[in-house]
Structures are given as C-alpha cells and as structure tokens.
C-alpha cells in the first residue's frame, strides 16, 4: 500500500492561492493513479483531479477545471494540486489517494472516482472566507 501524507492547507481568502502537497511512499507498483478529493462539511466526497505517475496526462472534474491544475514530481514522487481564484465553495477537506490505473486496450488512465482509489491520506483544511 502506498502510504500518503497531505499538507500545505491553510486559511485563505476569495480570490486567493494555494498548492497542497502530497508526499508518497511505499507500495509495489512503479505506476499508479494519483488523485485529489474533497470534502466539504455535510457533504459527500467528491473527486477533484486525478494523474498517471506513468506518463503526463491529467483528468478533471468538469466543474474545477481551469482553476485547479495537479502534478506530479517523479522525483520527489510528491503530488502537487495548485488551486487558483478560490471560492468559499472550495472549503472542504483535501485528500489525495492512490489506486491502480484502468487500461482502454491502448492506454493506461485513471478517473476521479472513489471507489478506484485504494489508500488515502489523512487530508488538510483548506478554507477560503468571502
């Protein structure tokens, strides 16, 4: 199991910045999914950003996309989520989590679905005031 460990959360207001890292360690594969959730308070988790460790292509929920960008440091195997214009509806609590890459027949890619990730983080706050 891949073991992951959240930070750079912190208390921002609308309009602002941050970028959240992800160190990660341990587990048997040289390749994985790596991804971003969220949950705010009362509701149910949702995927935010997700990333091939084994080449550079990204996905994102519809909804995020443009003000969120996630990346990836292969040599520091650390992940990154920068998050841009932030809105008081981006407080949540930030996860990142690994799983194994699903495969089309010609290419590996991850989605942003829960139930493909198998280890979690233990998250960081982020929380954006109007």
């Known amino acids: 199991q891949v073991q992951l460990v959240e930070s750079g959360g912190d208390s921002v207001q609308a309009g602002g910045s941050l970028r959240l890292s992800c160190g990660a360690s341990?587990?048997?594969?040289?390749?994985?999914?790596l991804a971003w959730f969220r949950q705010a308070p009362g509701k149910e988790r949702e995927g935010v950003a997700s990333?091939?460790?084994?080449?550079?292509?990204?996905w994102y929920t519809d909804s995020l996309k443009g003000r969120f960008t996630i990346s990836h440091d292969d040599a520091k195997n650390t992940l990154y989520l920068q998050m841009d214009n932030l809105k008081p509806e981006d407080t949540a609590m930030y996860y990142c989590a690994a799983g194994r890459p699903l495969y089309d027949g010609s290419r590996f890619y991850c989605r942003v679905e829960e139930g493909d990730y198998y280890s979690w983080g233990q998250g960081t706050q982020v929380t954006v005031s109007s």
């Open positions: 990333t091939y460790t084994g080449g550079l292509r990204t």
């Open positions: 341990g587990g048997g594969y040289s390749t994985y999914c």
